[in-house]
């Protein structure tokens, strides 16, 4: 095709990514945002771009899940309720929870995890973005034995796949971080990590999309898939109908419902994260010089700029914002035990996004066979800040060179 239409459908950090890259590419490119850009989960992550790290899915999570399901304080929260679409992903997640799942796992995200590093690199570096961007790593501290022990293990299974994590005793992480507490027992250090203000590089890219010739509409809501002869012919809008070449569709959970009207299935449940962000100063946030991660309670406590956003927890209660003031309390809660100075005069701002969770704890990236030039970038899980320039360039790829896919292990083709 010569200069293909392409509709993007979502104002995240993937949906954006793809515009951007499709953009730039040379495609003539309409991206399309129910709300505003960064209205959902991009706008309020916790702001960090990790790699290297094994999937959700390890030997031993269930029974670590069946401890916290019901548990509103724990890092994972599943509200009882009858939803068979979850206890499905369910069992499928149960059934990858096995050795073999994560190095296959491994073998695709570590490589993928380093390009993605050096996109964000580059796309940082070469449209100039103004968004607090660190290049100083994070560190994972711990408070039990057992969390310690456990981290120092997932560190030496990630340096067999090139990465350089680094092993902290209590006193050096104290050394480097004088606001930490004295719960805590040591830690590791991951350098290949970056840190940012989400929002901020999310608008800023959305600008240099429509540098690029992308335009980008907010307030449109994609009703549905226009279809003929087995080839995508558009989109139906509120606004009427749109005509394209290529539909991309990287609307988080909301892409399982658009693409079951069409009688695609996708394994992708919504998860609930949270985010608590305090001001800098006397009564507020800690001047915290770089972010951490505590292990055992999975929050991330992460500077930007004149505050410090606390971020992170899953939780499975199915399509919808509804903040849980547990949930909240358990953000702070973990960020005491790393900060004991952190007070409570400071807070500006309380959040909730939904995440689009894989069964298998993959991203599902690329076309779908049964449709030709629809394709869909979903299920990155907490990993869509740090996959979205490569997911976009992925996607760019799959739709202007069809048949020279990137990664194909990440196929939606995988789950037929």
């Not at 799942?101 to 390009?115: F, I, T």
């Not at 350098?191 to 509409?217: H, M, Y």
């Not at 048949?403 to 789950?415: I, T, Y």
Request: hydrophobic share 40%; charged share 20%.
């Amino acid at each position: 095709m010569s200069r293909p239409r392409v509709v993007v459908v979502g104002g995240g950090v993937i949906g954006v990514s793809c515009a951007y890259a499709l953009a730039k590419a040379g495609a003539q490119v309409q991206l399309l945002e129910r709300d505003e850009i960064g209205s959902g989960a991009s706008g309020g992550n916790a702001g960090t771009v990790s790699a290297g790290h094994p999937p959700l899915n390890r030997p031993g999570r269930l029974s670590q899940v069946l401890g916290w399901m019901l548990d509103q304080r724990s890092p994972l929260y599943v509200p009882p309720r009858w939803d068979p679409s979850l206890w499905r992903w369910l069992r499928d997640f149960v059934r990858y929870c096995t050795d073999e799942h994560v190095e296959a796992c491994m073998k695709v995200m570590a490589p993928l995890g380093k390009d993605a590093l050096q996109s964000f690199d580059n796309i940082i570096e070469e449209e100039g973005i103004e968004c607090g961007y660190i290049r100083k790593g994070y560190y994972e501290v711990c408070v039990t034995e057992a969390g310690l022990g456990k981290a120092q293990n997932e560190a030496a299974a990630i340096e067999a796949y090139g990465y350089h994590p680094e092993c902290v005793t209590e006193e050096e992480l104290r050394r480097r971080e004088p606001e930490f507490g004295p719960e805590l027992l040591g830690g590791v250090y991951y350098p290949e990590a970056r840190t940012l203000d989400p929002l901020k590089f999310l608008k800023a890219l959305a600008e240099r999309a429509k540098l690029w010739g992308a335009g980008i509409s907010e307030g449109v809501s994609v009703l549905g898939i226009s279809i003929a002869s087995g080839r995508v012919v558009g989109v139906h809008t509120n606004e009427g109908e749109i005509g394209a070449d290529a539909v991309v569709l990287a609307t988080g959970p909301f892409s399982a419902g658009i693409l079951n009207e069409v009688g695609i299935h996708l394994p992708v449940q919504p998860g609930k994260g949270y985010h608590r962000d305090y001001s800098l100063g006397p009564g507020g946030a800690p001047p915290i010089r770089v972010a951490c991660v505590l292990s055992e309670a999975s929050v991330f406590c992460t500077p930007m700029g004149d505050f410090v956003r606390f971020a992170g927890t899953m939780e499975l209660s199915g399509l919808n914002r509804v903040m849980r003031r547990p949930r909240l309390n358990q953000l702070t809660n973990a960020a005491l035990k790393c900060f004991p100075s952190l007070g409570s005069d400071g807070l500006r701002s309380e959040w909730c996004g939904l995440r689009p969770m894989a069964s298998d704890g993959m991203p599902i990236i690329g076309s779908l066979q049964d449709i030709k030039g629809l394709s869909v970038a979903t299920g990155h899980g907490m990993l869509g800040l740090t996959l979205g320039p490569v997911t976009g360039e992925m996607i760019a790829q799959d739709v202007l060179d069809a048949g020279k896919p990137r990664f194909s292990k990440l196929s939606p083709s995988r789950f037929r």
